[in-house]
C-alpha cells in the first residue's frame, strides 16, 4: 500500500508515523511510505507509484502518465494520511476544484481505491468524540479530498494538547477497510460474494423494492444479469423485475408460525418459471447470544439498555431469534434494509440521547458479515437508514452505529445525481462509494380534460366578445369546477364583496371580465409549461429518442434549434448516451477500482458539468459559500421578500424564518445565505485565497431596510456540513445585537434585548435544528402513521424536535425560550426549491419540516403566517406564497394524465410514488391548512374511481393502492375534504377489498 506522510513529522519526531507504519505490517500489509512537504503528493503517486492495470494499459500502447519513474513501485491502494486535495496539497487547499482534473487523471491512471485517512491535526480528539469534526478540519479531510475522489475516509486521532496521538481502535478500522478493497480486487470474480440491499420505508406502504427517482425492479435486474456476464455466480434468475421484487418481499415478510425450523419456500406463480426456486430455499435466523458474541459487551449493553433486553424489541424477532429475511442468487443475497424503529409511535424514541438501532438492525448487518461472509455491499437506491444511526455527526467513532454494523464492508452506493447533499451522509457516515444515476426524463405538464376545454372556451370567447357572450357564463362555472378562482381569484368581486359567480359576473364591465381572462389565460400557459420528472431511470440505460428530446427541450427551452449551436446539443447529447457508464462503474467498484468523481446537482440548474452519470459525486467547498452569483440572487429574493410583505401588511416584518437545507445550499452554492445576509444586512468577506472568512455587518444607511431578525432552521445535513458557515453566521447574529442601533431599525438587537432582561442565556441565538446527531422534525412520521389528533400536535412535535441551539458555543443545546420567542414574532417563512424532481408536493420532508415551522409560528403568535418559496432552477425569483405553489404543483403533476400515466406505467415503484403524495396532501392539509376539495375530487376520480387504474395499481402494489384511498377516506375523516357519500361508499368497498386481498397473502 502506498502512503504519503508528513515529512515534517518525521523531523519533528511524532510518534503517530512509526506506530502507524508498525501497525500495518503487523496486519500483513506492505507499507510503501513517501514522505512530503505537502505539496507535492500527486507528484509522489504519479511517478513513484504503478499499478498492475497501468502495467497493462503501458503495455497496450495508452501512456495517460509519461513521467512514471522506471524504479516505481506497485502498490494495491493509496492511502494519504495528508488530506486536502491531492495536486496542491495545503498550498492548493483554497483553490480546490481547479486541479481536480490533474488529480482525476493521475488516479485514473493507477484505477485503484485512493483512501484519505488521517489524524486531527488541527482539532483535538476530545472535541471530535463529543461533537464531531468541525470547521476547517472537516474540509480539509473530508471535503476537499472528496473532490479528488477520495473514498472510505476514518479519522485516525487526532491532538491531545500540542501532541498527535492515535485512537488504535479507528487505525484497525482503517486497516480492516483497505485489506477489503485489495481482496475485492484479488478474489476471482466466481467466488466473490455480493449483498444487496432494497428498502422499504415507510413498512407496510408499498414502499419495499423502491427508491427515489430509480425504478429499482428493472435496474436490479439489469445488474444482476450484467454481474452474470461477468462471471459472478448468480444461479438462475427469474426473467421479470417485478416478480424478483415479490419473492424478496415475501422472504422479508416471513412469519414463522409455530415452529422455526419449517423450512421457507416462497409462494410461486403458476405463469413464473419454478427452476430457480429450489435454490431459494432460505429462512435465516440470528440467535441473541450470537448476536451478543458479533456486537461485544460494550455494544451490547448499550442496545439492552435502550431496548430492555435483546430480544424485547418484538421488531422481527421471534423468541431468542432474529428474522434475516432475503433470497440468494448464487453468490449474491438480496434483502430489504430492516425497518428503523417502532412503527405507530415515533414519538418514544424522541427524547433519548443515546439511540441505538434495534437489536435486529444490528443482527442483519452482523449477519451480512459473519454468517453470509460478505465481499462488498450494495445499497439499491436513495436512500436508505444506515448512514443516519445515531454516532457523531461527522468523523465516525467506535461508538458511531453506521461505523459499527457496516465495519469493513466496501459499500457501492447507487444515489440520484441531483442530491449531493444527502449523499454526503452516505459517503462520509456510511463509507459510500457513491454510483450517481441520471434523474428520470422531464415531462412538460400540458393542459388536460377541464383545463384545456377552459382554454378552449377563453380563446372562442375572446375571438368575439359581443357574438360569444352567452360562453361568460360557462367560463365562470368552468373555473369554479376546476377550482381555479382559489388560483386567480377575481380581485374586482373581491374588493366589492362580490361572490365570484356565473350569476353574479353579469354584473361587471366586458372589460373587468376580459382583464380577467388574460390573467387566467397567461396562468394557465404557466401551467401547460411546467416541468415535471417524467416516471422513473433505469440504472445503466441510455435515454431513447423520446427522451433525450424531452432531456434537450428542459434543458435548451423550445426554441433549442434556433439559438443553440448543433455541436452544444451534440455534447449533451453524448453525456446523456453515457449513463450507461452507471452499470459499468458500479461493476469496476465491485473489482475494487478507481471510480472518478463528479460535482452531484442537476442538468437544468448546474449544467453539462454534472454529466455523465456513474460517477462518485461529491459537493462544494464550504468555504466559499455564498458564491458571488447566489449572493446577489438571494439578496434580490430577500428583497422581494420585503417589498412583499410591506405591500400586504404596511410594515416590515420584525422576524423572517429562513429554512437552511444541505441539499439547496450545496446545488445554489448557498442562495438562502444570500437571503439571510440581505435581510441581516450583511456581507461575505473574503480572504486573499477566496476563502470567506466573516460575514461583516453593512452599515444601516446602505441596507435601506432594517435590520430583520431571522430564524435559522437548519436540517441535519446543514447542520452537520457546514460548521463553520454555521459558527459564521452566529458571530454575525452577536454582532448584529451588539450594534448600537435605533430598536425599530434592528429588530434582532431589539429581541435580544427583551430577552436578556428575562435573564436568558445566549439572548441571539438564531440557528435552531433537530438535537446533535440526529435528524427529522419527525411531523412527517406521526402523519404516515396517522397517529395525531389536531395540528397543535404536530406544531408541538416540531418545536420538541427544533429547539436545539448551534453556534459557536451551543452545540444543541436547548434554548426553548429564545425559540418561543423568535416563533412568536415570525410573520413570514422563506425556502428554496431546488430541483423539478422534488417540489413541495414530491417528499414528507417539506411539509415535516416547512409545514411543521409553520404551524407552530401560527401557535405561538397566534396568527396566520405567509410561506414564500423561490423554485431555484428557474430563472425567475419571484417568491410564490405557499398555497399558490401547492395548486400549481398539483395541477401540474398528482391531478395530471400525462404524470399519472409515466408514474404508473413504472410498476410498484411508480405506485408507490403516486401514494407518498397522496400522504403529503394529508400532510399540507395539517400543517398548512390545505383543505382545497378540488385536489381531493380529482386525485379520487383519477386513482380509484378510474376502474382501470385502479385495477392497474392494485395489481402492481396493492399496499401503495391502499395508502392512497386510506388518505382519501382519511381526508373526510379529519374535515380536509367533503366528499359526497356516494364517492365515500365507493372508496370504501375499494378499501375493504385490497384489505382483504392483504389480509389473504399474509395469511
Same mark, same amino acid.
Given at each position: 500500500m502506498g502512503i504519503l506522510l508528513y515529512r515534517k513529522h518525521v523531523i519533528t519526531k511524532q510518534p503517530y508515523i512509526p506506530q502507524l507504519i508498525k501497525d500495518f505490517e503487523k496486519a500483513g500489509l506492505i507499507p510503501l511510505p513517501i514522505f512530503i512537504n505537502g505539496v507535492e503528493g500527486h507528484v509522489a503517486v504519479r511517478d513513484w507509484m504503478t499499478t498492475d492495470y497501468e502495467t497493462q494499459q503501458r503495455q497496450q500502447g495508452n501512456l495517460e502518465i509519461l513521467s512514471l519513474s522506471p524504479e516505481s513501485a506497485k502498490v494495491d491502494i493509496i492511502v494519504s494520511t495528508i488530506g486536502f486535495p491531492l495536486v496542491g496539497g495545503p498550498a492548493g487547499s483554497m483553490e480546490a476544484g481547479r486541479q481536480v482534473d490533474i488529480a482525476k487523471g493521475i488516479l485514473a491512471a493507477k484505477n485503484i481505491p485512493y483512501i484519505v485517512a488521517a489524524p486531527l491535526l488541527i482539532q483535538d480528539i476530545h472535541s471530535w468524540t463529543r461533537q464531531g469534526i468541525g470547521g476547517l478540519q472537516s474540509v480539509v479531510l473530508y471535503a476537499l479530498p472528496e473532490l479528488d475522489g477520495a473514498i472510505d475516509t476514518v479519522a485516525l486521532g487526532g491532538l491531545v494538547g500540542e501532541d498527535i496521538y492515535l485512537i488504535p481502535e479507528r487505525v484497525q478500522r482503517l486497516i480492516g477497510r483497505v485489506k477489503s478493497w485489495v481482496n475485492l480486487k484479488q478474489k476471482p470474480v466466481s467466488e466473490r460474494k455480493i449483498a444487496v440491499i432494497l428498502y422499504g420505508f415507510p413498512p407496510g406502504y408499498g414502499a419495499t423494492g423502491t427508491a427515489a427517482l430509480l425504478n429499482v425492479p428493472r435496474s436490479l435486474l439489469k445488474f444482476l444479469q450484467a454481474l452474470k456476464s461477468q462471471g459472478y455466480n448468480v444461479g438462475e434468475l427469474p426473467s421479470d423485475g417485478e416478480e424478483l421484487i415479490r419473492l424478496v418481499k415475501e422472504a422479508d415478510e416471513f412469519y414463522p408460525e409455530n415452529n422455526l425450523e419449517t423450512r421457507y419456500i416462497p409462494s410461486v406463480n403458476e405463469n413464473v418459471e419454478t427452476r430457480y426456486i429450489a435454490s431459494l430455499q432460505q429462512e435465516n435466523f440470528v440467535n441473541a447470544r450470537t448476536l451478543e458474541k458479533w456486537l461485544g459487551y460494550l455494544q451490547t449493553t448499550r442496545i439492552e439498555k435502550q431496548w430492555k433486553s435483546l430480544s424485547g424489541s418484538g421488531i422481527k424477532t421471534y423468541g431468542d431469534r432474529f428474522h434475516v429475511g432475503g433470497i440468494q442468487f448464487g453468490n449474491v443475497w438480496i434483502g430489504v434494509q430492516p425497518p428503523l424503529g417502532i412503527q405507530g409511535d415515533p414519538m418514544r424514541l424522541m427524547f433519548e440521547r443515546d439511540l441505538t438501532p434495534h437489536p435486529q438492525y444490528a443482527a442483519y448487518y452482523k449477519w451480512l458479515q459473519n454468517e453470509f461472509m460478505s465481499d462488498a455491499i450494495v445499497h439499491f437506491g436513495m436512500h436508505g437508514t444506515v448512514e443516519w444511526l445515531p454516532g457523531s455527526p461527522l468523523g465516525n467513532t467506535g461508538y458511531s452505529w453506521s461505523d459499527i454494523l457496516l465495519g469493513d464492508l466496501p459499500n457501492l452506493y447507487i444515489y440520484a445525481a441531483n442530491n449531493p447533499?444527502?449523499?454526503?451522509?452516505?459517503?462520509?457516515?456510511?463509507?459510500?462509494?457513491?454510483?450517481?444515476?441520471?434523474?428520470?426524463?422531464?415531462?412538460?405538464?400540458?393542459?388536460?380534460?377541464?383545463?384545456?376545454? /377552459? #382554454?378552449? @372556451?377563453?380563446? %372562442? +370567447?375572446?375571438?368575439?366578445?359581443?357574438?360569444?357572450?352567452? !360562453?361568460?357564463? =360557462?367560463?365562470?362555472?368552468?373555473?369554479?369546477?376546476?377550482?381555479?378562482?382559489?388560483?386567480?381569484?377575481?380581485?374586482?368581486?373581491?374588493?366589492?364583496?362580490?361572490?365570484?359567480?356565473?350569476?353574479?359576473?353579469?354584473?361587471?364591465?366586458?372589460?373587468?371580465?376580459?382583464?380577467?381572462?388574460?390573467?387566467?389565460?397567461?396562468?394557465?400557459?404557466?401551467?401547460?409549461?411546467?416541468?415535471?420528472?417524467?416516471?422513473?431511470?433505469?440504472?445503466?440505460?441510455?435515454?431513447?429518442?423520446?427522451?433525450?428530446?424531452?432531456?434537450?427541450?428542459?434543458?435548451?427551452?423550445?426554441?433549442?434549434?434556433?439559438?443553440?449551436?448543433?455541436?452544444?446539443?451534440?455534447?449533451?447529447?453524448?453525456?446523456?448516451?453515457?449513463?450507461?457508464?452507471?452499470?459499468?462503474?458500479? /461493476? #469496476?467498484? @465491485?473489482?475494487? %477500482? +478507481?471510480?472518478?468523481?463528479?460535482?452531484?446537482?442537476?442538468? !437544468?440548474?448546474? =449544467?453539462?458539468?454534472?454529466?455523465?452519470?456513474?460517477?462518485?459525486?461529491?459537493?462544494?467547498?464550504?468555504?466559499?459559500?455564498?458564491?458571488?452569483?447566489?449572493?446577489?440572487?438571494?439578496?434580490?429574493?430577500?428583497?422581494?421578500?420585503?417589498?412583499?410583505?410591506?405591500?400586504?401588511?404596511?410594515?416590515?416584518?420584525?422576524?423572517?424564518?429562513?429554512?437552511?437545507?444541505?441539499?439547496?445550499?450545496?446545488?445554489?452554492?448557498?442562495?438562502?445565505?444570500?437571503?439571510?445576509?440581505?435581510?441581516?444586512?450583511?456581507?461575505?468577506?473574503?480572504?486573499?485565497?477566496?476563502?470567506?472568512?466573516?460575514?461583516?455587518?453593512?452599515?444601516?444607511?446602505?441596507?435601506?431596510?432594517?435590520?430583520?431578525?431571522?430564524?435559522?432552521?437548519?436540517?441535519?445535513?446543514?447542520?452537520?456540513?457546514?460548521?463553520?458557515?454555521?459558527?459564521?453566521l452566529d458571530d454575525l447574529f452577536q454582532r448584529a445585537a451588539d450594534i448600537d442601533e435605533p430598536l425599530d431599525q434592528n429588530f434582532i438587537r431589539k429581541h435580544a434585548l427583551e430577552l436578556k432582561e428575562k435573564g436568558i442565556e445566549n439572548s441571539c441565538a438564531r440557528l435552531f435544528s433537530n438535537p446533535a446527531g440526529d435528524f427529522g422534525s419527525l411531523v412527517n412520521d406521526q402523519v404516515v402513521d396517522g397517529n395525531w389528533e389536531s395540528s397543535d400536535e404536530l406544531a408541538n412535535t416540531w418545536q420538541s424536535r427544533n429547539v436545539f441551539s448551534y453556534g459557536r458555543q451551543d452545540k444543541g443545546q436547548a434554548r426553548p425560550e429564545v425559540l418561543n420567542q423568535l416563533l412568536g414574532s415570525t410573520s413570514r417563512i422563506v425556502q428554496e426549491i431546488d430541483s423539478v424532481e422534488y417540489g413541495l408536493t414530491d417528499i414528507q420532508e417539506y411539509y415535516g419540516n416547512t409545514g411543521g415551522l409553520k404551524k407552530a409560528a401560527e401557535k405561538q403568535g397566534g396568527k396566520k403566517i405567509k410561506a414564500s418559496f423561490v423554485e431555484s432552477f428557474s430563472k425567475d425569483t419571484t417568491p410564490r406564497d405557499l398555497d399558490d405553489l401547492l395548486r400549481m404543483e398539483y395541477r401540474?403533476?398528482?391531478?395530471?394524465?400525462?404524470?399519472?400515466?409515466?408514474?404508473?406505467?413504472?410498476?410498484?415503484?411508480?405506485?408507490?410514488?403516486?401514494?407518498q403524495r397522496m400522504t403529503a396532501l394529508i400532510g399540507w392539509g395539517g400543517t398548512a391548512d390545505f383543505t382545497d376539495d378540488w385536489v381531493y375530487e380529482q386525485a379520487a376520480d383519477t386513482y380509484a374511481l378510474d376502474a382501470e387504474m385502479a385495477e392497474k395499481l392494485r395489481n402492481t402494489n396493492p399496499e401503495a393502492f391502499k395508502n392512497i384511498v386510506g388518505r382519501m377516506l382519511e381526508a373526510h375523516g379529519r374535515g380536509f375534504w367533503d366528499a359526497s357519500d356516494e364517492k365515500l361508499q365507493k372508496l370504501r368497498e375499494l378499501y375493504e377489498l385490497v384489505d382483504e386481498e392483504l389480509e389473504g397473502v399474509n395469511e
Open positions: 447533499s444527502e449523499s454526503i451522509l452516505a459517503k462520509r457516515r456510511g463509507y459510500g462509494v457513491l454510483i450517481s444515476h441520471n434523474v428520470p426524463p422531464y415531462g412538460r405538464a400540458g393542459l388536460y380534460k377541464e383545463l384545456m376545454a /377552459l #382554454r378552449d @372556451l377563453i380563446s %372562442e +370567447y375572446r375571438e368575439d366578445p359581443q357574438k360569444n357572450y352567452a !360562453l361568460k357564463e =360557462g367560463i365562470c362555472k368552468k373555473i369554479i369546477d376546476t377550482g381555479l378562482d382559489a388560483d386567480c381569484p377575481f380581485e374586482e368581486g373581491k374588493k366589492l364583496g362580490i361572490e365570484f359567480t356565473p350569476q353574479n359576473i353579469g354584473m361587471f364591465s366586458d372589460r373587468v371580465f376580459n382583464d380577467y381572462l388574460v390573467i387566467l389565460y397567461e396562468y394557465l400557459q404557466v401551467l401547460e409549461n411546467r416541468l415535471f420528472s417524467s416516471g422513473l431511470h433505469i440504472l445503466g440505460e441510455a435515454p431513447n429518442q423520446e427522451q433525450m428530446n424531452s432531456y434537450l427541450n428542459a434543458y435548451f427551452g423550445d426554441e433549442q434549434e434556433e439559438n443553440h449551436p448543433e455541436d452544444e446539443q451534440k455534447f449533451i447529447q453524448d453525456l446523456l448516451m453515457q449513463s450507461t457508464d452507471e452499470l459499468r462503474n458500479l /461493476l #469496476r467498484g @465491485l473489482n475494487g %477500482e +478507481y471510480i472518478p468523481p463528479a460535482p452531484g446537482g442537476d442538468l !437544468l440548474r448546474d =449544467g453539462a458539468g454534472v454529466l455523465p452519470t456513474g460517477r462518485n459525486i461529491h459537493a462544494l467547498d464550504p468555504y466559499r459559500m455564498p458564491s458571488p452569483g447566489a449572493y446577489e440572487r438571494g439578496r434580490e429574493i430577500a428583497k422581494k421578500i420585503i417589498q412583499q410583505h410591506l405591500q400586504e401588511n404596511g410594515s416590515y416584518p420584525e422576524t423572517v424564518a429562513v429554512m437552511l437545507w444541505g441539499l439547496d445550499a450545496i446545488k445554489t452554492r448557498g442562495e438562502s445565505l444570500g437571503i439571510l445576509l440581505e435581510l441581516v444586512g450583511a456581507q461575505p468577506v473574503k480572504e486573499g485565497t477566496g476563502r470567506i472568512v466573516r460575514y461583516e455587518l453593512k452599515p444601516l444607511p446602505e441596507v435601506e431596510h432594517p435590520r430583520i431578525d431571522v430564524l435559522g432552521n437548519l436540517s441535519g445535513i446543514f447542520r452537520d456540513s457546514f460548521v463553520n458557515i454555521i459558527e459564521l401540474t403533476k398528482l391531478l395530471n394524465p400525462k404524470w399519472a400515466e409515466a408514474m404508473v406505467n413504472q410498476g410498484s415503484g411508480g405506485a408507490f410514488e403516486v401514494s
